[in-house]
Nanobody, 117 residues
């Protein structure tokens, strides 16, 4: 059974940082690109960042460039999202999934990020 479990969200003040984690099971983790997505209020779910299976390449959406860093630990079957200099527009629910730009697995529960001004 494929599962994705996100954690690390919380409430943080504007300018603060959070580190999200996602632990995966049920598939050959290192063979898949992984990505973080988010759904902010009033918008559809959008891609935040993605990383190749071997972690040799990453990509970021414009709003994430320079502030967010995606990384992974294939031994632990985890993917991470370090988020710095958060602002209120980053408030939303964050999800991980497999795939470079198109999610290929069922969604997990996500983790809520709330940034206060």
């Amino acid at each position: 059974q494929v599962t994705l479990v996100e954690s690390g969200g919380g409430v943080v003040q504007s300018g603060g940082s959070l580190r999200l984690s996602c632990v995966a099971s049920g598939f050959i983790f290192q063979s898949y690109d992984m990505a973080w997505y988010r759904q902010v209020p009033g918008k559809e779910r959008e891609l935040v960042a993605s990383i190749t299976g071997g972690a040799s390449k990453t990509q970021y959406s414009d709003f994430a460039k320079g502030r967010f860093t995606i990384s992974r630990d294939n031994f632990a079957r985890k993917v991470f999202l370090q988020m710095n200099n958060l602002n209120v527009e980053d408030t939303g629910r964050y999800y991980c999934n497999a795939g470079w730009t198109v999610p290929v697995l069922d969604w997990g529960q996500g983790t809520q990020v709330t940034v206060s001004s």
